[in-house]
C-alpha cells in the first residue's frame, strides 16, 4: 500500500500540549493519530483536530494496548513517519496537584519510592517501549522522526549550578524521569544513526497545562514550537540533540 499522506502517531494527545502537536501536524498534511489512554477521551480530541485525525487507545504503560496499537497502524497505514512521545505524569497522585507539593512530595528524603516507579514508569520505560514496539513501522518511512518531549528539569548541567533558578524544583521523580529520558533519547539516536531516522528530545518549556495544575506561563502554541519543529525536520537535520524553542538546551 503506498500511501501520500505522511502518518504521525502523539501520544498523551487528549488534552495539553500532545494535542496542539496533534492539530499542527494535521495543519502539515499528516495523518495524525490521536493517543489517549481513554478511547472516548482521544475521540472527542481527534474531533478537535481536524484534518485526518484519528483516536488511538494506547496506554503507555501497557505492553497488549502498545501493541494493539502497533497492529493497527500496521494494517491501517502500513506505516509511521512520526512519532511524538509526549505522554508523561508530574506525579502518581492521580488528581491536580499544586506544582508546590508536587515539589515538596519529590524530595529525595521523602518521595515514595512507589510514585518514584510510577513516574519512570510512563515517562522513561513507556517511551523505551513504545519506540521500540513503532520502530518497524518507522523503519518503513523514507524520513522517520522520533520527538521525546523531554525537560529542561531534567538536565543536570543546569541543576548542578548553584545559580540556576529552579533547581529546588529538582527532586527524586519527575526531574530525573527526564534525565533519564534525555538519556534514552540519545541512545536511540546512536543506534539509529545509519538509518534514516532522527531522533531528538524537545523541552516545550513552562506551559499552563494539568501537569502543573495550570501554573505555566506559556501556551500550548508556544510549547508545541519546538516538538513540531524536530518532527519536520529535513533530511540534513540533527539526531541526538536537547532543544527548546530558545535554541540548544545541556544535558
Ligand atoms: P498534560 O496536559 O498533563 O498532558 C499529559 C498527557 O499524557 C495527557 O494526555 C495524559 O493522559 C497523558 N498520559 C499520562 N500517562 C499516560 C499513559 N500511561 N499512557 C498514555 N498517556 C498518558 O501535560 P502537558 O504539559 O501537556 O505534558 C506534555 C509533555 O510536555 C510531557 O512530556 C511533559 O513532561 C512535557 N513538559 C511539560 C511542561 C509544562 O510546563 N507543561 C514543561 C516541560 C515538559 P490523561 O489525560 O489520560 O491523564
Partial sequence: MTRDMPVALVTGANQGIGLQIAKE??????????????????????????????????????????RAAAGRIQSELGRLDVLVNNAAISHARGSRTPLAEIAKSARPSVASLDEV???????????????????????????????????????????????????????ATYSPSKTALNAITLAFAIELEATNIKVNAACPGFTATALNDFEGTQTVEQAAREPVRLAL???????????????????
Fill in 233 to 251: 525536520l529535513a533530511e540534513n537535520g540533527p539526531t541526538g540533540t536537547f532543544s527548546s524553542a530558545s535554541g540548544p538546551i545541556p544535558w
Fill in 117 to 171: 516507579r510510577s513516574v519512570f514508569e510512563t515517562n522513561v520505560f513507556g517511551v523505551i517501549a513504545v519506540t521500540r514496539a513503532m520502530l518497524p513501522l518507522l523503519l518503513l518511512s523514507p524520513a522517520g522522526r522520533i520527538v521525546n518531549v523531554s525537560s529542561g528539569a531534567g538536565s543536570l548541567t543546569a541543576n548542578s549550578n548553584p545559580a540556576h533558578p529552579h533547581r529546588a524544583m529538582f527532586g
Fill in 25 to 66: 501536524l494535521a495543519q502539515h498534511g499528516f495523518t495524525v493519530l490521536v493517543g489517549s489512554r481513554d478511547l472516548e477521551r482521544g475521540e472527542a480530541a481527534a474531533r478537535s483536530v481536524g484534518g485526518d485525525a484519528r483516536a488511538l487507545q494506547l496506554d503507555v504503560t501497557d505492553q497488549a494496548s502498545i
